[in-house]
């Protein structure tokens, strides 16, 4: 490849339009940040107020400095049984309940990959995937995993801890500790001594266990769970399991979900999975893909039947913070630098990498237009009280199209056609295709 040269830069320099704007704009951006700047409060007033179809829900929750956003969502969907059982005005799950879990899952399935896969190429795409360590991050499947395996606690059981609110430091040395395991592990295997290879993973998996004990707290076995409702009456119920608690309080059958894909640069109407991701539990990620109207279609009908949903989008797409609003109209990064057009399509922004799911969610509410069709949605997040609207947040339809690609959603709603759909073959794609 060439470098720039001088022909070039005088050509730049010659060709360039500078305008009255462009200085504004300048000394704009040389003292405020662009998140401040980038907000179009006229665009984003008819996106304000009540919704036709709302969901209740019980408080905000706050995953602060973590990536836990897929693991707060499902505790916030199953928060909301336990509070109309118990006739609570507020009520929180312990998230770190099950991130004690998934960082111990996924520490086990990394060991075990180690082994499994010892003979193939160090730099080859399954150790590059391997070596990238565990993250925060995960999907739906790996959630129901683990409350199936694990059940959950309230958060009075298991509460937060400094660690779990800010993982960053801790993910960064657990990691440096499996890279060192992985090394030892597929150096025995190539050594032909896979069996003391087996032996010493177990040894290994310890030490993270106790890591996690310090730093997240010993997850309890047994507890007794205790609760005053809105009509002032108390109950208590002694030596539950977290297993038993899910039972008896939740009992949400998590297997009745379907996680709906709209990736209109694969296959629609076709299940697909991820094989092979590090942070699994078990269970390769699966969804059926849709077309976005199907999808928003089932997501319109969960929300009138009052069920929140799961979904994930790209909270990074066009999103103002502070105001709680994600729209294309409302958030113009884009003109304050000169005003280029960086416009894809929902297919090219996934092939070419610009676009993917990084957030998960609850969908609590949807309204309409004149002609009955969807035109902005209530998001509740887990930001905390001090983002959006004391935490709840509203996309625009034109987001919601371009940008939310996942959804969750009970299998009672899909229809004939798209029950039929879920028993075709799977299309199957390895994990560092995604990235």
């Keep these: 490849m060439n470098g720039i040269t001088e022909e070039m830069l005088t050509s730049l320099e010659q060709n360039t339009k500078h305008s009255r704007e462009d200085g504004i704009l300048s000394a ?80 086990n399935n990394l060991l075990d990959m180690a082994i499994e896969y010892a003979r193939e190429p160090l730099h080859g795409q ?24 694990y059940g959950m606690v309230p958060k009075t059981a298991y509460p937060e801890t400094y660690q779990s609110e800010h993982t960053e430091l801790f993910l960064r040395e657990i990691n440096r500790l499996l890279a060192k395991d992985e090394e030892i592990l597929r150096n025995l295997v190539l050594e032909g001594k896979k069996e003391e290879a087996e032996a010493k993973k177990q040894e290994m998996l310890s030490e993270i266990y106790r890591a996690e004990c310090i730093a997240f707290g010993v997850p309890p076995k047994i507890f007794d769970f205790s609760v005053r409702d809105r009509d002032g009456k108390f109950a208590q119920e002694r030596d539950l399991t977290p297993k038993s608690f899910y039972e008896k309080y939740i009992g949400l059958d998590l297997d009745d979900y379907v996680p709906i894909l709209q990736e209109p640069n694969k296959a629609l109407h076709t299940p697909i999975i991820w ?70 399509t929902k297919e090219g922004r996934l092939d070419y990498r610009q676009s993917l799911a990084v957030h998960a969610m609850i969908l609590v509410g949807v309204s309409f237009d004149r002609d009955g069709k969807p035109s902005r949605w209530k998001i509740e997040n887990s930001w905390g009280e001090e983002a959006g609207e004391k935490g709840y947040f509203v996309c625009s339809e ?12 009970r299998r009672e709603f899909l229809t004939k056609e798209q029950r039929e759909d879920l028993k075709k073959k799977p299309i199957q794609i390895e994990a560092w295709e995604e990235e």
């Design 126 to 149: 399954r150790w590059l995937q391997i070596l990238k360590g565990m993250d925060d991050g995960g999907f739906w499947t790996q959630a129901v995993d683990l409350v199936k395996k």
């Design 398 to 409: 034109k987001y919601f199209r371009e940008y939310v690609y996942e959804a969750v959603i």
């Design 275 to 344: 094989h092979g991701m590090e942070n699994m539990t078990g269970s390769d990620m699966f969804a059926l893909n849709l077309p976005e109207e199907e999808m928003e279609d089932l997501c319109v009908a969960q929300l009138r039947a009052g069920h929140a949903i799961w979904f994930a989008c790209d909270s990074r797409a066009f999103e103002d913070r502070k105001e709680g609003v994600w729209d294309p109209d409302s958030v113009n990064f884009a003109g304050l630098l000169g005003g280029f057009d960086a416009a894809m």
């Design 28 to 107: 704009a951006l040389a003292k405020t940040d662009m998140a401040e700047l980038a907000f179009v409060p006229a665009s984003a007033a008819p996106l304000r107020g009540a919704f036709e179809v709302e969901v209740k829900t019980r408080g905000i929750t706050a995953q602060k400095k973590s990536g836990r956003c897929w693991m707060f969502a499902v505790c916030n969907i199953c928060r909301e049984i336990v509070a109309k059982k118990q006739n609570l005005e507020q009520f929180e799950l312990s998230q770190n309940y099950l991130t004690f879990y998934d960082k111990l899952e996924k520490a």
